[in-house]
């Protein structure tokens, strides 16, 4: 019986164990199971991610709001000696149109009826009237200007230190008997550009406003919805 030899076992013993301890991957290695479990978890995390980005985009969306096309006028006002700057539209659908810095009570204008709605939203109240304009107060001079594409001329009043010039034209967006329902005044047209000058205390206010934009997109049908008389809130 030969010796026993401990040298000559210990060494194949320990490159077992460093086999199965530590694996060493080469070209031509089949074993690749550490590669796959880093492959799993890249295709996890950016399934993950991807199906965040689909709940935000489904969060982000807004719910769907009836829509109507309108003409847009934007209409910018510049006040003095405050030096204040206030824009604001009127949007204008078919045949029906309102202003937009009115909020809690405002006039529903029907070009086709004749009519004015006054809606009172604090009230929960709405009538309707039909529309009858003052005599004009404003002259026409001779003088015209280019505006918004058109021609405007120049029209005025005055009344002690009161004075008001209008630039207004006949744009074809515009309904020509607007600008009547909404003053209470005749007026052959639209204001494009007004200048009014008003003493006020020691001072005196100077009002200017000038249209800047005219287009058409869509608005909330809303807009044009007034509440019926039967939905009115019994008085407190």
């Given at each position: 019986?030969?010796?026993?030899?401990?040298?000559?076992?210990?060494?194949?013993?320990?490159?077992?164990?460093?086999?199965?301890?530590?694996?060493?991957?080469?070209?031509?290695?089949?074993?690749?199971?550490?590669?796959?479990?880093y492959?799993?978890?890249?295709?996890m995390?950016?399934?993950?991610?991807?199906?965040?980005?689909?709940?935000?985009v489904?969060?982000?969306?807004?719910?769907?709001?009836?829509?109507?096309?309108?003409?847009?006028?934007?209409?910018?006002?510049?006040i003095?000696?405050?030096?204040?700057t206030?824009?604001?539209?009127?949007?204008?659908?078919?045949?029906?149109?309102?202003?937009?810095?009115?909020l809690?009570?405002?006039?529903?204008f029907?070009?086709k009826?004749?009519?004015?709605?006054?809606?009172?939203?604090?009230?929960n109240?709405?009538?309707?009237e039909?529309?009858?304009p003052?005599?004009?107060?404003?002259?026409?001079?001779?003088?015209?200007?280019?505006?918004?594409?058109?021609?405007?001329?120049?029209w005025?009043?005055?009344?002690?230190?009161?004075?008001?010039?209008?630039?207004?034209?006949?744009?074809p967006?515009?309904?020509?008997?607007?600008?009547?329902?909404?003053?209470?005044?005749?007026?052959?047209?639209f204001?494009?550009a007004?200048?009014?000058?008003?003493?006020?205390l020691?001072?005196?206010?100077v009002v200017d406003?000038t249209?800047?934009?005219?287009?058409?997109k869509d608005v909330?049908?809303?807009?044009?919805?007034t509440?019926?008389?039967?939905?009115?809130r019994?008085?407190?």
């Amino acid at each position: 019986m030969s010796s026993f030899d401990a040298g000559n076992v210990a060494a194949p013993r320990l490159a077992y164990l460093e086999t199965i301890a530590v694996p060493r991957l080469t070209p031509w290695a089949t074993d690749v199971s550490p590669l796959r479990g880093y492959r799993a978890c890249i295709s996890m995390v950016a399934l993950l991610a991807f199906a965040a980005c689909k709940a935000e985009v489904k969060r982000a969306a807004a719910p769907t709001v009836p829509q109507v096309r309108a003409t847009v006028i934007t209409i910018e006002t510049k006040i003095q000696p405050d030096n204040k700057t206030f824009t604001h539209s009127i949007v204008i659908a078919g045949d029906k149109a309102r202003s937009l810095d009115e909020l809690d009570q405002w006039r529903l204008f029907d070009l086709k009826a004749n009519t004015v709605t006054f809606v009172d939203e604090i009230a929960n109240s709405v009538r309707t009237e039909p529309f009858a304009p003052r005599d004009s107060v404003l002259h026409a001079t001779r003088e015209t200007r280019p505006l918004q594409g058109v021609s405007a001329t120049l029209w005025t009043a005055s009344k002690g230190g009161y004075v008001r010039q209008l630039w207004i034209g006949n744009h074809p967006a515009i309904p020509p008997a607007l600008f009547s329902m909404m003053s209470g005044i005749k007026a052959p047209g639209f204001p494009l550009a007004e200048h009014a000058e008003l003493p006020y205390l020691n001072k005196k206010l100077v009002v200017d406003k000038t249209v800047t934009r005219i287009e058409s997109k869509d608005v909330p049908a809303s807009l044009f919805v007034t509440k019926p008389a039967a939905n009115r809130r019994p008085a407190s």
